[in-house]
Each structure stands twice: as C-alpha cells, then as structure tokens.
C-alpha cells in the first residue's frame, strides 16, 4: 500500500506530514503527487473533501525544496488561483502547515481586506501566493506584484471560478506568466469550458480522477417540503424557534435574498449571520466566529461563499432555496453529519424549483423523502394569500451564486389559501403553511413537518438500488 514516503518527498515534509496526523494519501493525492513531482502538468477531477489540496502542494513544496533559488521581487514562484476568500485561507494554511520546516514564504491576497498590507506583504517576494482572481489582477494592474517569474500555477476549483465569472481574469493573468511552467487544473466536473481551457493553458496533461457516483452521506436524514415561496420565511422562523435545531446553515441562492432573510429572522426575534461576496473579509471572519461559538444558531449563506467552509458541530442544514447544479446539494448536506455525527437536510421547494429537484434526486439515485403532502399532479401548491413575505430569492445568476432559474416547470393561478374541494385532504397542510404571510400568525398548527430526527427510516433507507 502506497504511504508519503514512497513518493520520495523531502524529510522536512514527511516531519510535517507526521506531526499533522497524516499518515496515509488519499486516491487523488496518490494518483497525482508522482506525476507533479516530475514536473508534469496534470488535470484532477475531483471533489472538495478528497484532499486535492495536500495533492498539489506537497509534490510543489517538494519541487522549490529541490529546486532551491530565491523569489522573484514583488513575485511568487507557485501561484494558486482559488474561487473563494475562504477557500483561499484554507489553502495557505495547507502550504504553511507542509512546508512550515522549510521556511516557505506563504501569502494571501484576496479581496475585503487591506490593499497595502498585501502590496508590503509581496514587496521582497515570496514563495507560494495563493489569490483570488479579482484582487490579484488588481494588484498587478497597480505594478505592485509580478508575474513573470511565476514557476508553478495551480487552477483551483476551476469550473467555480467559471461559474462566477472569473474567465476573463484568470485569462488575463496567464497571460502574464512565463510560457516555460508547470500548470496544475483542479475541478470537480470536466464541462466543455473547462476542457477549452485545459487545451489553451496545459501542455500534454496528464488528467487523473476520483471522482466517484455522487451520493449523500448516509448518516444525513433528508426530506423536502414542498411550500410556496411566500411561505418559506414563515416555516424558516418557526423552525429555527425550535431549540432542537442547535446549530443550521441555511443556504439560500443570492446575496441579497441571504441578506434578507437575516432581517425578516430578526424581525422574529432570531440572531442570524450571512455570508456571501459583497461581506468584507473581516465581516465574514465575525460572522464565522460568532456562529462557531454558539453566539448565533443560524448562518446564512451563498453556495460560492460557503465553498471550502469546515465548520463543526451543524446539526442541521436548510436549503431555502433549492440549488439549480445538483451537485451543490451533495456539497451542502455534507457540512451536517461530519466526524460520526447524525445530521438532518431539509430543503424548501417551490414551484419554479421541481425541476431543480427532480435534477437532484437523478444525481443522487434515491427520492428524497417528503414531508407532508406532495403538489397535485400537474398543479403547485395553492398560491399564498397576502404580500409577499421578504426573504423568498430571485433565480437571476450572480456573481456569488449560481445561475438562476429560467422558466418555472408549471404555474398555477387563483385557488387562495382556502382549501378547494377537489383537492385532497392532505394537501390542507401545504395550503396553510401557503396562507402564512409572515404577519404574526401562529403556524403552530401545521402538523406535516419534522424537523427533529426520526429514530429510523434514515435516508439511505429510500436509497435507490437500481
């Protein structure tokens, strides 16, 4: 069995693998550490939570260690391109922790946070900058960072960096390197642009991939309430009124829709946090801080801004709005059930987001449990009766999220809150959830949703075999 020592790598990093705790490479660290040490480009496909990061920097660590030579004056020698400020930090304590005995130089530049900080960081050079997009191509428009003598490249997250628009950016900087580099791509899916992209900025790759059939953890027990968007707000408070839920991250598919449910919860009486990219750095460093110390139960976030997040203790996660990549909901329920624990995922879905759900539950292979009653065949859930609470979140793409949603699936008019006598008893429930419009009308009543976990019946159960 494949161990870090047969890799060959430098002793000062076996030392710092061993007092991290790291005995044996994941799949994907095996697959591409050989062929990184040796200077190959190289394609990964694979998931965040496989360990990709210590896959490429471990082998580079170990390429400057053989290597030796100085950093280039206001320049790096590997630079690191990541979607997220968050994702960003975590990847610069990875190189920090592995080459902390080699006296690696290790910065971060990444928006919300201090310009001039980061241009004196970069004045003498370092060895490994780990960046996002935007802020880097700022910083080098003001001469205050070079990158010429860039040596390694790392393309991390690539098809997120896609979706939020960084194409025209990271563009722009490759073009700035040396032609003469090695180029690592990271991506959890292998789409058409990230192929264009491989083919314009790799040569002779080798591509290796872990990635396996997308499933959810099996200790995450899954519903979803089928609801109208007008009445999301309302079933959201009364959930998070419920001490059982201790600690819920709620995902909801904008900046502004995550802002606005903060608000309308503490119109409720509910701390909340949001996290998303119009926040400062230090502005999501408080809101993490808080949530982790139990100062707030619930935090609001973007899919894009909860990207690398490693928060413990969730018991449970909410997605307000359905995401529209089925692969984001395996990335979101897997923030609950971590270390052994249980955790719980309810997802709100309304009418404009069936076809989101239907996406998932083909990804995934199992139908998720619903609580309560289903829509009726061919017709959504009665309308809400009143205003339109706050909180319920447009689909348009954004910079922070993911791409909107175009045309709902089906619609439906009139009908009121008011149950018809077509339809069936058990749709009552829906109908009154529906008729909440957030006014301080007690919803105690509605008897479909359970939000506590059951004591069996998990989700894997309705895993489908096929």
């Avoid at 040490?37 to 939570?49: E, K, N, P």
């Avoid at 949001?274 to 926040?279: D, F, M, S, V, W």
Wanted: charged share 25%; proline share 6%; glycine share 10%.
């Amino acid at each position: 069995m494949t161990n870090f020592e047969s890799f060959g790598l430098n002793p000062s990093i076996l030392k710092a693998l061993d007092e991290a705790g790291h005995v044996m490479p994941t799949p994907i660290q095996a697959q591409a550490i050989p062929h990184v040490i040796t200077g190959r480009d190289l394609i990964g496909i694979a998931q965040t939570g496989t360990g990709k990061t210590a896959a490429f920097a471990l082998p580079l660590i170990d390429r400057l260690a053989r290597a030796g030579g100085e950093a280039p004056r206001r320049g790096c020698r590997i630079l690191v391109l990541s979607p997220t400020r968050e994702l960003s930090g975590q990847i610069v304590q990875s190189f920090r922790t592995y080459g902390r005995h080699l006296g690696l130089r290790v910065e971060l530049v990444i928006g919300g946070v201090s310009m001039t900080r980061q241009i004196r960081a970069l004045t003498a050079g370092v060895d490994v900058l780990v960046a996002t997009p935007g802020r880097l191509l700022d910083l080098v428009a003001q001469k205050a960072v070079r990158l010429d003598g860039v040596e390694m490249l790392v393309l991390d997250e690539a098809d997120q960096m896609l979706d939020m628009g960084f194409i025209h950016d990271i563009r722009a900087l490759v073009a700035r390197l040396p032609m003469r580099r090695q180029t690592l791509l990271f991506s959890a899916t292998m789409p058409d642009a990230i192929a264009a992209l491989s083919r314009d900025f790799l040569r002779d790759p080798v591509e290796v991939s872990v990635t396996p059939v997308a499933r959810t953890a099996d200790r995450v027990e899954q519903s979803v309430v089928h609801i109208e968007k007008q009445a999301k707000p309302a079933m959201l408070a009364k959930m998070l009124g419920d001490p059982a839920i201790d600690r819920v991250l709620v995902f909801a598919r904008t900046k502004h829709g995550a802002d606005k449910l903060v608000k309308g919860l503490a119109k409720s009486g509910i701390a909340a946090e949001a996290i998303h990219g119009n926040k400062s750095q230090g502005q999501r460093e408080r809101a993490l801080a808080a949530f982790r110390a139990g100062k707030v139960r619930a935090l609001i976030a973007t899919d894009i801004a909860a990207r690398g997040l490693d928060i413990p203790g969730v018991s449970h996660v909410i997605n307000y709005d359905l995401p529209n990549v089925p692969e984001s909901y395996v990335h979101r329920i897997g923030r609950t059930a971590r270390a052994g624990a249980d955790g719980i995922a309810i997802s709100f879905c309304d009418a404009e987001e069936r076809p989101y759900l239907r996406a998932i539950e083909k990804l995934i292979r199992m139908q998720i449990r619903v609580e309560g009653a289903s829509p009726v065949a061919g017709r959504p859930a009665a309308p809400a009766a009143g205003p339109v609470a706050s909180g319920a979140a447009s689909p348009p793409r954004n910079r922070d999220g993911a791409r909107g949603a175009g045309k709902a699936a089906s619609s439906g008019r009139g009908g009121g809150a008011q149950q018809r006598a077509d339809r069936p008893a058990e749709h009552a429930g829906v109908e009154r959830a529906a008729a909440y419009t957030g006014s301080g009308q007690d919803i105690a009543g509605l008897p479909f949703l359970n939000w506590r976990r059951r004591d069996s019946g998990s989700a894997a159960a309705h895993r489908d075999t096929d």
